[in-house]
């Protein structure tokens, strides 16, 4: 198994959709993640959100804390330190945040299990350029899933209606600077709940992932690329053909952990009221169905919520 993850570009996609599916799709098969480029989201925008998200991180602990809302699981908002854990660890990971869920119209039927978000006062702009983010994150995410979806066999256009109105939620991480001697890691090792993941800001060291090998395997994107992974409700579906593979943030080299770690992760999610029912063309001989009951999108999440701490 080669050392490194090769980037695929984006662009691929409309050039061979064939051919570009079968180069992300043996990816994810191999790695559960994919490197991207050449995404379509501006690098005017990436730069603009990774600003406004280090100058909220600044603000006293006092004012970023007036937008904790307790009890809301963290849905939206600001979540401090200490809150969540990893499933199965034993200590909180070392990083606060915030999140940016869907904006509903006024009745949706999906109103009630997605809050309206919460915007800061405190940095001018916020509101704009999060929500100009998150649809930029969910589009090339769409793009993604019709590879995945002509990976797997199906109607290029299968996951469409599969996430219209999803649950996705993107989240904006500062990871403190920790001692030059400081053990441990950063966000302990875990899988990720949805279906696929987005993240901007994994050029600065740390994202490790668990490989086929038992060995952990550095995620290194260039400056502006995509660190794109499936998540536990796509492994599901498919019935472990596409694995939600394990991952942590370790602490970088001794010379860089004076410095804060800034990540933006776009968790894409089916909506809420899909069920989630193995794939037939991923069941056979020598793969046997391993969730032979159905599990509504909504119900999976609210079990693993549960897990890492946050209901």
């Known amino acids: 198994m080669p050392d490194t993850i090769a980037s695929v570009s984006l ?3 409309d050039r061979d959709a064939a051919a570009f599916a079968d180069e992300i799709g043996n990816s994810f098969k191999t790695y559960g993640f994919a490197i991207v480029s050449d995404h379509g989201i501006s690098s005017d925008l990436i730069a603009e959100a990774d600003a406004k998200l280090r100058e909220f991180f600044a603000l006293p602990e006092e004012v970023k804390r007036r937008y904790f809302i307790e009890g809301g699981g963290g849905a939206r908002g600001y979540t401090p330190f200490g809150i969540e854990v990893a499933k199965d660890a034993t200590e909180h990971d070392l990083k606060e945040f915030w999140h940016v869920g869907r904006s509903l119209p006024e009745g949706h039927r999906f109103a009630d299990l997605m809050p309206p978000n ?15 983010l998150y649809d930029a994150l969910e589009g090339a995410g ?13 109607a290029p256009d299968f996951f469409d209606d599969t996430v219209e109105d999803g649950n ?45 090998n038992g060995e952990w395997l550095p995620v290194k994107p260039r400056e502006g690329e995509l660190a794109v992974n499936i998540g536990d409700m796509l492994q599901r579906l498919t019935n472990h053909v596409l694995p939600s593979t394990t991952h942590r943030v370790v602490n970088p080299a001794p010379e860089r952990r004076r410095f804060s770690r800034y990540s933006m992760p776009f968790f894409l999610h089916f909506k809420p009221d899909y069920m989630i029912e193995t794939l037939p063309s991923c069941i056979g ?4 169905n391993r969730y032979p009951e159905p599990l509504s999108s909504h119900d999976y999440l609210l079990e693993r919520l549960r897990e890492i701490n946050l209901v």
């Not at 996705?168 to 993941?197: C, F, K, Q, W």
């Not at 001989?285 to 046997?288: F, I, M, N, Q, V």
């Open 285 to 288: 001989e020598g793969k046997p």
């Open 11 to 13: 662009q691929d996609s």
């Open 142 to 154: 769409m793009r993604i899933l019709t590879a995945i979806a002509t990976y797997l066999g199906l």
């Open 168 to 212: 996705s939620v993107m989240r904006l991480i500062h990871y403190p600077p920790v001692p030059a001697d400081a053990p441990g890691v950063r966000a302990a090792a875990h899988e990720d709940i949805n279906t696929i993941t987005l993240l901007l800001g994994a050029e600065e060291a740390g994202l490790e992932l668990l490989d086929a």
């Open 118 to 132: 919460i915007w800061p006062e405190e940095v001018e702009g916020f509101h704009e350029t999060f929500a100009a």
